[in-house]
Each structure stands twice: as C-alpha cells, then as structure tokens.
C-alpha cells in the first residue's frame, strides 16, 4: 500500500513538474532560469538532451502508475529509485537547492 502510494505521489510530481510547470518559474530552477528551458541553459545543457529527459520522465511516471495494475513493477520500482535523483548532480554542481 505505503508503495502505491508512493508511486502514484511521484508519478503525480513528474507530471506536475514536466506539464504543468514547465513553462512557470519555481523556487528549485537554476540560477536565474524561469522556465524549464532556461535551467537546462543554465546547466549548459543542449536541447536536445531537454527534450529525451523529458520524454523519459513522463515515461516513467505512466509506467509507475501502469506498474500499478501490470506486472511492470521492476521496471516501475528501477524508475522510482533512479528517476528522481538524475538531476540532483546537476543541481548540486551549480550550488543550486533541490527536492533530493
């Protein structure tokens, strides 16, 4: 149950954070970046490589929720444990906060 729940809050987080804020600042954006665009900039990050994170991250987040009812479990528990520390490198490199 306590796992459900927990794939279902980060499938909810990817969402909300590469649909619904992606073009709106946040506290977590690098340096001075007020969309998602900008802070993969600011990263010095080409654009290509924003748009297959996201892709991959939505990804993820659907198949956390259809690991739910499907046997897609170890794949949906790979992508929770892994998913959301990628970017933290990042974050950490830039002297920036982050979630994790």
Not at 18 to 37: N, S, V
Request: aromatic letters at 12%; a positive charge.
């Amino acid at each position: 149950m306590i796992f459900t729940l927990l794939q279902l809050f980060l499938a909810a987080a990817m969402f909300d954070v590469w649909l619904f804020r992606y073009r709106t600042p946040g506290a977590f954006r690098g340096g001075d970046a007020k969309t998602m665009e900008e802070e993969f900039e600011v990263y010095g990050l080409p654009d290509w490589f924003r748009k297959v994170v996201r892709v991959l991250k939505l990804t993820a987040g659907v198949l956390m929720i259809a690991g739910i009812w499907h046997e897609l479990t170890a794949l949906s528990r790979r992508n929770l444990a892994c998913g959301p520390y990628g970017g933290s490198d990042v974050h950490a490199r830039e002297g920036q906060r982050s979630l994790v």
